[in-house]
């Protein structure tokens, strides 16, 4: 899928997160009043680039016999009195060729609840890291291929989480975060001006790209794992798990068109 445009607003109307909910037109140019590609909110903080910054989070419900070892990342709708206006699974990022979009950032992390709806932790089998990166055909991508330190989050752990989460299980307890790499340059050692490190470089998505969590065996894995799911004591008390995602892009601004210079011109008709 791709967007048929992206809702802009400059640096003076950025007041809070951007909204990865992509439904934010009812009609487009074309007449085919498709809003389900309608783009998500982007900012212009450079001129001539779009800023996105798309959230989302994958559910776990289930114990250890409904165990999840991919999921889809619900973004939710920022009009919760608007049923017409509901939550959608899956986060893309769209690109082309023309206008590629440039990964940068890449976060997760597990729910730590205060009202009482949110579970301890996650479990999973030892050796399992909490995933968050691109979709490869349904299945996970290392975290090690071309440019991917900058597009994937990844949480390991070594909590032992036999106790309540079975035999050879592991514990990932609410809070606990993951990071993509950063594009920057730095510098080190005592030499003049130190050593450079070219750190890791954006990510380039030239056709739309699913984000998805995945279960995998350590972040190089390009299969899923054996799956997430919750303490018995969690399901029983109605509580859910929240593993919470983060991406964030650049991308190229469209060319100006006439809207941008009619008002301009010199004996413009006023419809």
């Not at 989050?153 to 070594?158: F, G, L, Q, R, V």
């Not at 003049?192 to 998805?212: E, Q, R």
């Not at 794992?225 to 399901?235: H, I, R, T």
Request: aromatic share 10%; proline share 4%; net charge negative.
């Amino acid at each position: 899928m791709s967007y048929l445009s992206a809702k802009k607003i400059y640096p003076g109307n950025f007041t809070e997160a951007l909204n990865g909910w992509y439904k934010n037109i009812d009609s487009n140019d074309s007449g085919s009043n498709d809003k389900s590609v309608g783009g998500p909110t982007s900012v212009l903080a450079v001129p001539g680039y779009r800023y996105f910054q798309q959230r989302g989070y994958a559910q776990i419900t289930g114990k250890v016999g409904g165990k999840v070892s991919s999921a889809d990342v619900i973004v939710p709708s920022p009009y919760r009195n608007d049923d017409t206006r509901t939550d959608i699974t899956g986060m893309v990022i769209s690109g082309s060729s023309t206008l590629p979009s440039y990964v940068y950032r890449a976060a997760v992390s597990v729910a730590s609840g205060w009202d009482g709806r949110v579970a301890s932790g996650i479990y999973a089998a030892t050796g399992d890291a909490i995933s968050f990166g691109r979709s490869n055909g349904g299945s996970p991508v290392a975290a090690s291929g071309l440019a991917e330190g900058c597009a994937q989050a990844n949480i390991t752990s070594t909590v032992d989480g036999t106790g309540d989460g079975g035999s050879g299980a592991i514990f990932f307890a609410a809070g606990v975060e993951g990071f993509s790499g950063n594009p920057f340059i730095t510098a080190s050692g005592t030499a003049a001006g130190g050593a450079l490190h070219p750190g890791v470089a954006y990510k380039s998505i030239t056709a739309a790209t699913t984000y998805k969590v995945f279960s995998k065996a350590g972040a190089n894995a390009t299969s899923a794992g054996n799956g997430f799911y919750l303490s018995d004591a969690d399901v029983d008390a109605n509580k859910k798990g929240y593993i919470v995602c983060e991406v964030c892009y650049i991308q190229p601004d469209e060319a100006p068109q006439y809207n941008d210079i009619e008002q301009y011109i010199i004996g413009r008709t006023v419809s």
